[in-house]
Each structure stands twice: as structure tokens, then as C-alpha cells.
């Protein structure tokens, strides 16, 4: 397969192209190429230059872009009332995990998937809570097809895949076990940054065209004490409001004692 015809097939399957089986006018695949170097902060050319290309090889997250980027002709907030609606009608949420990485070690991976909540949990009312009966968030390490319509790609390309809220598979998450994964390192992949996009999933939220937000859809790497980019902690509000302010507990002094010393020192 050539450079553009895997070009069309990746803007096809993110959403910057209508699916076709018949050719293509030329000026419909420039524009969607446009449309996708501005997205991802490229120079704006309608071609497909080294630099596109290999952007569109890079880790990312397997859900497709929304048409508020894919598509500039789209109203903003029509889809975001048709797709940024869905959210849990609950402020706990439990979660399981139910198939590990032999990359890392349980409690690795629980520690990562807790500091992955704890990003959105530090700015909403929500609670997040493990347990080991079946849950509101299941998720799983998984490879290629494992029983769902989005089959998993092997090393590279797509790190992982959520489901919005809902009933069934909804707010699940896979990950592919395909990649290294590891946990405050550089290299690998690592496991908090990419958990934590997929819980805004989870959660509700789609894919933002904002560079170094959480849930931009390229892959960004590992930042240590990584925080929400306010574009993130905006639109999560936007579902789930802010977290409730809680003023620190002041202890009270203690009583005085009802028999105090009256002992005095004679000279």
C-alpha cells in the first residue's frame, strides 16, 4: 500500500474522511489533510509531506476524532450536544481489573490506574472506588480482536480504546498488551498518561483539538506530575460540575483538666 493510500485509510478511520469505495476527488483529500495538519499543529499545505505522514504514524488513542475537528463546516455546538452529553447519572463509580500486564506488576498497574482517576476525581464531585465484583469501569489488557467491534493493532499505532457511559460495555476500557508498557519512566509507554485519556472517555468526554490537553488524541508522552490542562478540567465540569470546596477540619482545644495542679514549689 502507498503513502496516500494509507493516509486515506487513517483519515478515513479518525473520522476526517466519509468512508468510499469509489475514487476520490482530488480537492476532498486535500482538504481533509488540511484539516488534520491543523489539528495536530502542522504548516496548513493540503499535502502530504514527510512530517504529516509521519504524524499519522504516530501512538494515539483508537477512538476516532470528533466532527467538531474533522470536519470544519460542522457547528461546534450541535455535536457537542450530540456527542459530549453522555455522562453517569452518579457521583461513585466503581472499577475493575480484570485481566493484568506481565509488563508490570499489580500494584504498579493499580497505582497508575488510581492516579489515573484521581486527575478527574480532584476537580469534580466524582468518586472512584475498586472493587473486585463487576464494576461501572471494567478494564483489561488485551490484544487484536478480543470481542468487540475495535480490534487492537499490535506494537504502535493504537495504545488503547474506552467506551462512553452507559449500560453494558460502556466506561470500559482496553488496553493493548501489545505495547511495553511502564509507569514514571520515559520510556515504553506509560501506563498513567494513557489510562488517565481513557477514563475522560469513560467519563464522557471526546477528543479535544487542544495541544497538551489530556485528551488530545496523539499520544504526548510522559510528563512527571503531570496536571489537567484547563481545557480538560472546563469541559469535564461542563458534565459533572466542580468539586464542592470543604473547608480543613480545625481541631477543637481541649477542655481545661477539672482538678488542676495547684501544687506550688515553697523556697
Not at 476526517?16 to 504548516?43: C, D, H, N, W
Not at 450536544?81 to 498497574?109: C, F, G, H, M, P
Not at 478527574?120 to 472493587?131: A, G, I, M, Q, Y
Not at 481513557?198 to 471526546?206: A, K, M, R, T, V
Request: net charge negative; with cysteine; aromatic share 10%.
Amino acid at each position: 500500500m502507498d503513502q496516500m493510500s494509507e493516509a486515506i485509510k487513517y483519515l478515513e478511520y479518525y473520522g476526517y474522511l466519509k468512508k468510499s469505495l469509489g475514487t476520490r476527488p482530488e480537492e476532498e483529500v486535500k482538504k481533509a489533510i488540511e484539516t488534520f495538519q491543523k489539528v495536530v499543529g502542522l504548516p496548513v499545505t493540503g499535502e502530504l509531506d514527510d512530517a504529516t505522514f509521519q504524524k499519522m504514524g504516530e501512538a494515539r488513542c483508537l477512538r476516532s476524532d470528533p466532527a467538531t475537528m474533522t470536519d470544519p463546516d460542522t457547528p461546534a455546538a450541535g455535536v457537542r450536544l450530540a456527542r459530549y452529553s453522555v455522562k453517569w447519572n452518579k457521583r461513585k463509580l466503581t472499577y475493575r481489573i480484570n485481566k493484568y500486564t506481565d509488563d508490570l506488576t499489580e500494584e504498579q498497574v493499580d497505582d497508575a490506574v488510581r492516579r489515573g482517576y484521581q486527575l478527574w476525581s480532584n476537580v469534580t464531585p466524582l468518586v472512584f472506588e475498586k472493587t473486585s465484583e463487576h464494576s461501572d469501569l471494567e478494564m483489561s489488557f488485551e490484544v487484536f480482536g478480543h470481542g468487540d467491534s475495535d480490534p487492537l493493532d499490535g506494537p504502535g499505532g493504537t495504545l488503547a480504546h474506552a467506551f462512553f457511559p452507559g449500560p453494558g460495555i460502556g466506561g470500559d476500557v482496553h488496553f493493548d498488551d501489545s505495547e511495553t508498557w511502564t509507569v514514571r519512566s520515559f520510556r515504553g509507554t506509560n501506563l498513567f498518561i494513557v489510562a488517565a485519556h481513557e477514563f475522560g472517555h469513560s467519563l464522557g468526554l471526546d477528543h479535544s483539538d487542544v495541544q497538551g490537553s489530556l485528551m488530545f488524541p496523539i499520544y504526548q508522552g510522559y510528563t512527571p506530575n503531570f496536571k489537567l490542562h484547563q481545557n480538560d478540567i472546563k469541559r469535564i465540569q461542563a458534565l459533572y460540575g466542580k468539586k464542592p470546596f470543604r473547608p480543613p477540619v480545625v481541631p477543637r482545644p481541649e477542655p481545661p483538666t477539672e482538678n488542676p495542679d495547684r501544687t506550688c514549689c515553697i523556697l
